[in-house]
């Protein structure tokens, strides 16, 4: 994930708290029962065994599209851990149930297997003092660990949830994995009966309530080629590439909802004295808002028709390029307001555990419950983190365990009804 956060002002939270007073405040009153009490112990008891797991699943590379290994190690901890119909979907996501006294309200707890690293990176981990250092320690082997210790806390001081919880570990979550594993969780296998969805992504304590939308494309321009002198007169590729980034450079799109663009690669072309016959380019669009994002995507297209249009203009429109425009993701933008139940109570068990909490704005999972309207947050795991999707990532484990306990508080408070 990718995530920014701003600091909410004190008036802004007691707004918020105001506003809760149909939750109440959850954390303070689930605080006070003794069977959350003996789980949240069991949390700080078990977070030695939590960073354990942590460390074992960071270990097993799992590249984008290669998480099969760490989803078969994930699978037999759900087992051992005493989760029920324990399972990989046909997507790669690994589901381990742990029922409630009914069905609904079903929480889908869930954090992703995949890495952002490729395929023979040593991902060994080091540990000195309080930090654990390892590509993919923090993101988002803390979330997995997560999962697995809020589940064990739960089981070992038997606590009964109202509704249902399904722990997850999704497939696909970094760059071109496109979310296809909760896409597929909402899409397909879990459709219509998920009720709210938490995501453990990362670090810290931070709540991520804004699903930052992207659309990315690979552009290509094609042409007969030829020599630059004997066949000058034939449009170019490269050249209607060109005029496309030009335009493309001039965009003026809004700074709040904040929206982006950029052309992040190009190429084509195969000698100086060439017409090119092929020219490339891959794109990445995003903001925060459904509507800005399909606006400036519109602007793109046009962008790139017009290009083509000119460029066979130029040159008599004799011969003429071809334009082809292949969408390699699309993550829809989302929001799940700051006065939902779902906020109120992940602010709410924040505060309880002595934290400020801040609401912040991210690509993660929770895109596409947001994009469909179910109530979603991502949390971070606890703990620090730094150089996320570096080979230098580090996780510092001081006071690790209150991403742990506050995933107990959230997955108890989830589930009432
Ligand atoms: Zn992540």
């Known amino acids: 994930m990718k995530r920014t956060h701003r600091w909410i002002f004190v008036l802004a939270l007691s707004v918020i708290a105001l506003q809760a007073q149909d939750i109440g405040d959850v954390g303070g009153r689930l605080m006070k029962d003794s069977a959350v009490q003996a789980a949240l112990r069991a949390a700080e008891a078990d977070e030695p065994a939590t960073l354990d797991y942590q460390v074992l699943l960071s270990e097993i590379p799992a590249p984008l599209f290669q998480e099969a290994r760490r989803a078969e190690a994930l699978k037999r901890i759900f087992e051992e851990i005493g989760l029920q119909n324990v399972r990989i979907d046909e997507a790669g996501n690994v589901l381990g149930e742990r029922p409630g006294l009914a069905p609904r309200p079903h929480l889908v707890f869930s954090a992703h297997l995949d890495t952002v690293f490729p395929e023979g990176t040593d991902v060994k981990t080091t540990r000195k003092g309080s930090v654990i250092a390892g590509p993919g320690i923090g993101d988002d082997a803390r979330g997995l660990a997560v999962i697995i210790g809020v589940a064990r806390a739960l089981n070992q001081a038997r606590v009964q949830t109202q509704g249902s919880v399904t722990f997850v570990g999704t497939v696909g979550e970094e760059g071109l994995g496109d979310l296809r594993g909760v896409k597929h969780l909402f899409n397909a296998g879990l459709k219509d009966r998920i009720d709210r969805f938490i995501s453990v992504d990362g670090t810290g304590l931070g709540i991520t309530t804004v699903g930052v939308g992207s659309r990315r494309y690979r552009i290509t321009y094609k042409g007969p080629g030829g020599h630059s002198f004997g066949a000058f007169g034939l449009p170019s590729p490269i050249h209607s590439l060109g005029r496309a980034i030009s335009k493309i450079s001039d965009f003026q799109v809004p700074a709040d909802p904040k929206t982006t663009f950029t052309v992040g690669r190009i190429g084509g072309g195969t000698s100086v004295n060439s017409i090119a016959y092929e020219a490339w380019m891959e794109v990445d669009m995003r903001s925060s808002d459904v509507n800005a994002l399909s606006g400036v995507d519109a602007r793109f297209r046009q962008a790139l028709d017009q290009a083509l249009a000119e460029e066979n203009a130029r040159w008599g429109g004799k011969v003429n390029l071809t334009l082809d425009v292949a969408q390699v993701g699309d993550r829809p933008a989302g929001r799940t307001p700051a006065d939902s139940p779902i906020v109120q109570a992940a602010v709410s068990v924040t505060r309880a555990l002595g ?48 991403g742990t306990q506050r995933g107990i508080l959230l997955a108890i408070a989830l589930t009432e009804k």
């Open 355 to 402: 934290h400020m909490p801040n609401l912040g704005e991210g690509s993660t999972d929770s895109n596409i419950p947001m994009s469909l309207g179910i109530p979603a947050i991502t949390v971070g795991g606890g703990g620090r983190g730094s150089g996320g999707h570096s080979l230098s990532e580090r996780f510092d484990t001081e006071r690790s365990w209150l």
